[in-house]
């Protein structure tokens, strides 16, 4: 679906709006994201980055990281003082990532792992001033360029799907479909987003664990809280579209993860994995477990003590992530 454009001028106007709006940096159209793992046979689980392709790759990932988190610290920004002229400083921002067709080009796997993470980001700090950004000039082209690129990551996921991978990935692209819909107000994509969580959480097995996320070595605890990070985020989204058997799944997910964070081998995750576990690298995604975790058992403390000293922000959900932990 081409996104229909707006006139620079009214970009340039829009961004000169106030002196304390950044310049605006445009996301590279074209990706050319690769991954970091070591990508030989020597490592099955895929948990083992690179450091040549760690290097490699760090400006590739900087040029589109850099004008996300942008983005994500202006929406933030609107969200703590609204006032329209960080509403208008936010939505150029925006609108120069719809005009230069941000992302479009994204051919391979890797990129469209990337893509539904940046997509996932971008759409949860739409939400944080959607009312105003509605009404801007550039809403119709910024919502358009986001509807694209969350149906192209839905049909990516579709296709993986259909060749049975169900994992991570899924419901992160899940979250970005569904992220989207509701800030176009996008039927289709929020009922994939929805689909995507009941798949995801049907994979939860009594224990409360995922066997996918358990296939990563010593990272399957970092990757069962990087799993449960979307589908929380995706039913603080859309609380209304959470079934019961959903909600009892995230708590026993939840409560797995919490049960074995911590502890030198892992715990249950560690004994299914087959080797000790490492801390998971994003302590800030524990925060999204406390809704759902279970009343017994000490979670609650714990939780605090997880979260002692982390910061609040995480690119993949949009910057300040207090908006989905409320």
């Not at 970009?11 to 074209?30: D, F, H, K, Q, W």
């Not at 005009?99 to 080009?105: F, Y």
Request: positive net charge; charged residues 20%; proline residues 7%.
């Amino acid at each position: 679906m081409p996104v229909p454009a707006v006139p620079l001028l009214l970009l340039a106007g829009a961004a000169g709006v106030s002196p304390g709006c950044p310049p605006v940096a445009t996301i590279p159209r074209t990706m050319e994201i690769v991954t970091r793992y070591v990508a030989d046979d020597s490592d099955a689980t895929r948990s083992r980055l690179d450091p040549g392709k760690v290097q490699a790759q760090a400006g590739v990932r900087a040029a589109i990281v850099g004008p996300v988190r942008r983005i994500n610290a202006l929406a933030d920004r609107y969200r703590q003082a609204p006032d329209p002229a960080a509403a208008r400083c936010l939505a150029a921002h925006f609108a120069a990532q719809a005009q230069a067709g941000a992302m479009t080009v994204s051919p391979a796997d890797a990129d469209m792992f990337f893509r539904e993470w940046m997509i996932a980001s971008l759409a949860i700090s739409y939400l944080k001033a959607k009312s105003a950004l509605d009404a801007m000039p550039e809403g119709g082209m910024i919502r358009s360029w986001l509807v694209q690129s969350a149906r192209a990551v839905q049909a990516f996921n579709q296709q993986r799907i259909d060749r049975g991978l169900i994992d991570n990935h899924r419901y992160w692209g899940g979250l970005a479909a569904l992220a989207t819909g509701l800030a176009a107000n996008d039927r289709g994509l929020v009922a994939f987003g929805r689909n995507s969580r009941a798949l995801g959480l049907a994979q939860v097995t009594p224990e409360g664990t995922l066997a996918a996320e358990l296939k990563r070595g010593p990272k399957s605890l970092h990757y069962h809280l990087f799993a449960a990070a979307p589908l929380a985020a995706s039913a603080e989204l859309d609380p209304s579209g959470l079934s019961a058997a959903e909600r009892g799944a995230l708590t026993r997910l939840a409560d797995r993860i919490l049960d074995d964070a911590g502890t030198p081998s892992g715990g249950r995750i560690g004994a299914l994995a087959g080797q000790p576990q490492e801390a998971p690298e994003a302590p800030i995604l524990f925060a999204l477990l406390r809704p759902y975790a279970g009343q017994t058992g000490g979670h609650r403390q714990k939780l605090d003590a997880l979260l002692a000293g982390a910061r609040p922000t995480y690119l993949f959900l949009g910057g300040d992530t207090t908006f989905l932990t409320r």
